[in-house]
């Protein structure tokens, strides 16, 4: 049985606008499943939707996400965010806002622990600098001492990924880890998850716009169009016969998976056409236009 | 070191300024129609009275030469000696710091209280009625002036339903065993509570008064840089973590978005502290605000002189004080 299961869930805006429509998609314990799709087309929403961090305008009006056997969206919010807090985690797309300008890296990393989780402070303290050496940070003592802006860039990436990891969680969501970073810093941060979900076994829901990466992380993928799941493959599969024709273009637009600025050679029109005709199809079936 | 530097700098540029005020002020009350010493003498008095009166206190020289003995003696901590209560402007103007500083002090800290927890309250029921409500209130604080909270209190807690002083600092009948005239600390200080709650209960109004406009700016700061804080990655990373909205807003939005806020209460504080000058008028309230006004209208120009540079002296040392709690609270700086 899969460790999440989002089950045709549909979020909306409540000024009108739909987001995500019926999208059902599964991880499994341990599983590495990327999320692709062009800007907009909601995969950030689906990690939010998961972690509970929906923005206001924005709701859930129908679906399930299960995690673990217990469908989230039944339970009372104060236990829903322990049990997400427990057993989740978010590697944030840009280490330069995601930390606190006013509180130290330390208390960063263990508050969850401490807190949600109700260990004693020498404890976490312990843990965070074995996390630390693990993203290979060097004297974790004196960085769990320092604020974020007396760190680079890099380091307080490593520092997120630490975090994310100190729970022991069975989920990370990581929105596009690697974007707001030096290209020469990338390719060290997206070897570090990938070695750090290896050796705690963690399922890793993975949102790139880069097939390039999510080729050499992940194991499955989603493709997603204007919130509407389009394709659902392993990843071996995918990039050998896709088998939607969108998922094909995107695909062909990006030569050699490598390229970072390869990505740029739009998708042709006549398939965008297509693609938008069914989304307004499944619109008509769900009776939502 | 650094703050050491910044410190000697700020202090020499307040010397300049207080030495520019000195000058202003010395001129223009000099140059106003209206004589002091006319107006010491009974009705009747002859123009040699004027004029001895006038050499006793110096005004028959140039205001240039009146500067400079002025100016001479304030370097060796003499003020000059008040024309109408004939005792030494510094001994006056001390003797009524106290009564001021307490005042406003009280009215800041009323003003954080009420603004900070409008502020708190509005974020954490954002988008509901509450919030507009409390959008409503601050409006309309901010809207009446000081001096007229201080007849809209007077009319509801003085007349019609009295449960406060309106007049005064402290019940004149009360034995006061008090050696300084920090009287609401002093009677903390000697557990004295009974007399405490007297000070209290004058003390309620004109401090609330000052505090009312104040808490209205301090409630719509900091709410809207609260709000903006709440869309920041960080809140929203804490919310992954497991947190309540209460302790996400107190934890992480309320330090980063009170910083602003502060810099902004440094500098109303000194409105706030301009604004005793009425408010102790109206509520009779014997602080230096009350002492300038009389002051002024008795042509004291020692007085006159002395107030203004003791004002001066004390909003100087405010922002000094706020620049240096900004720095202190905000780490970017702290270690730069
Ligand atoms: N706070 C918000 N309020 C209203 N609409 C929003 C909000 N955030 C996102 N949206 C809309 O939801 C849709 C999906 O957004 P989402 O952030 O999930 O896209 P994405 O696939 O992650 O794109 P990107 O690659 O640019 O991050 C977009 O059309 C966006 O305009
Ligand atoms: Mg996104």
């Known amino acids: ?82 049990r997400v ?43 965070a600098r074995e996390l630390l050496a693990e993203v290979h940070i060097p004297d974790p003592d004196r960085v769990m001492r320092c604020y974020p802006h007396e760190l680079s860039g890099g380091m307080r990436q490593r520092i997120l990924i630490a975090s994310a990891f100190a729970a022991e969680p069975k989920l990370i969501v990581a929105d596009e880890p690697t974007t707001a970073l030096d290209v020469t810093v990338q390719k060290q941060i997206l070897k570090l998850i990938k070695e750090m979900q290896l050796r705690h076994g963690t399922a890793l829901l993975f949102v790139s716009h ?36 969108y998922s094909a273009a995107l695909l062909a637009a990006t030569p050699k998976y490598t390229d970072p600025t390869a990505g740029l050679i739009p998708v042709p029109e006549a398939v965008l056409a297509a693609v938008r005709a069914e989304v307004a199809a499944a619109d008509r079936r769900a009776g939502h236009v | 070191m650094r703050l050491l530097q910044s410190v ?55 205001i240039f030469q009146q500067f400079l003995i002025w100016a001479g003696g ?37 003003a954080i209280v009420i603004g900070g927890l409008a502020a708190l309250t509005g974020t954490r029921l954002r988008g509901t009625r509450v919030e507009g409500g409390i959008d409503v209130a601050n409006g309309v604080a901010l809207s009446v002036p000081d001096f007229l909270w201080g007849l809209v209190l007077i009319l509801l807690f003085g007349v019609l339903m009295p449960v406060f002083h309106i007049s005064g600092r402290v019940t004149p009948s009360l034995e006061l065993p008090f050696v300084t005239e920090f009287y609401l600390f002093e009677s903390v200080v000697r557990l004295r509570f009974d007399l405490w709650s007297d000070i209290v209960a004058h003390m309620f109004m004109p401090a609330l008064a000052l505090a009312i406009p104040l808490s209205a700016i301090i409630g719509q700061l900091l709410k809207q840089s609260l709000k903006e804080t709440m869309h920041l990655d960080y809140v929203t990373l804490s919310r992954t973590k497991g947190y309540g ?23 109303q504080f000194t409105f706030l502290i301009g604004g005793t000058v009425i408010i102790e008028r109206l ?54």
């Open chain 1, 85 to 127: 807090g427990a057993s989740c985690a978010l590697i944030p797309q840009d280490p330069l806002t995601a930390l606190n300008p006013s509180r130290r890296i330390g208390p960063q990393i263990t508050d969850r622990l401490v807190d949600i989780l109700r260990w004693n402070r020498g404890r976490a303290e312990g843990r």
């Open chain 2, 8 to 62: 000697l700098v700020r202090l020499a540029t307040t010397a300049v300024t207080l030495f520019g005020l000195a000058v202003i002020v010395f001129v223009v009350i000099r140059v106003v129609p209206g004589n002091p010493v006319a107006m010491m003498l009974p009705p009747g008095a002859t123009e040699a009275d004027v004029a001895r009166l006038s050499a006793l206190y110096g005004l028959d020289k140039s």
């Open chain 2, 283 to 336: 509520f009779s309230y014997e602080g230096l605000g009350n002492m300038a006004i009389d002051a002024v209208i008795n042509r004291d120009l020692p007085l006159i002189q002395g107030i203004v540079i003791l004002f001066a002296v004390i909003f100087t040392g405010v922002n000094l004080f706020v620049d240096m709690m900004y720095a202190a609270l905000n780490p970017r700086l702290r270690h730069a």
């Open chain 1, 210 to 245: 880069d097939l390039g990466v999510v080729s050499k992380v992940c194991q499955s993928l989603t493709v997603l169009y204007a919130g509407m799941v389009l394709e659902d493959a392993g990843i071996g599969d995918f990039f050998r016969a896709p088998r939607h024709p």
């Open chain 2, 245 to 267: 909205e209460t302790h996400v807003i107190l934890r992480e939005a309320l330090p980063n978005a009170a910083l602003p806020t502060l810099t902004l209460v440094g500098v």
């Open chain 1, 1 to 82: 049985m899969s460790y999440l299961e989002i089950d045709r869930l549909t979020v909306r805006l409540k000024g009108g606008g739909t987001l995500l429509r019926a999208v059902s998609l599964q991880v499994a314990a341990g599983e590495v499943r990327g999320l692709v799709g062009e800007s907009g087309a909601g995969k950030s929403m689906i990690g939010k939707a998961v972690l509970g961090i929906l923005p206001r305008a924005a709701e859930v009006v129908s679906g399930r996400i299960v995690l673990d056997g217990v469908d989230l969206l039944t339970l009372p919010p104060a236990e829903r965010r322990r």
């Open chain 2, 74 to 110: 304030v370097l060796q901590g003499d003020f000059g000696t008040s024309i109408t209560a004939r005792q030494p402007v510094l001994e006056l103007v001390l003797g009524r710091l106290p009564a001021t500083l307490e005042l406003s002090i009280m009215a800041l800290i009323i």
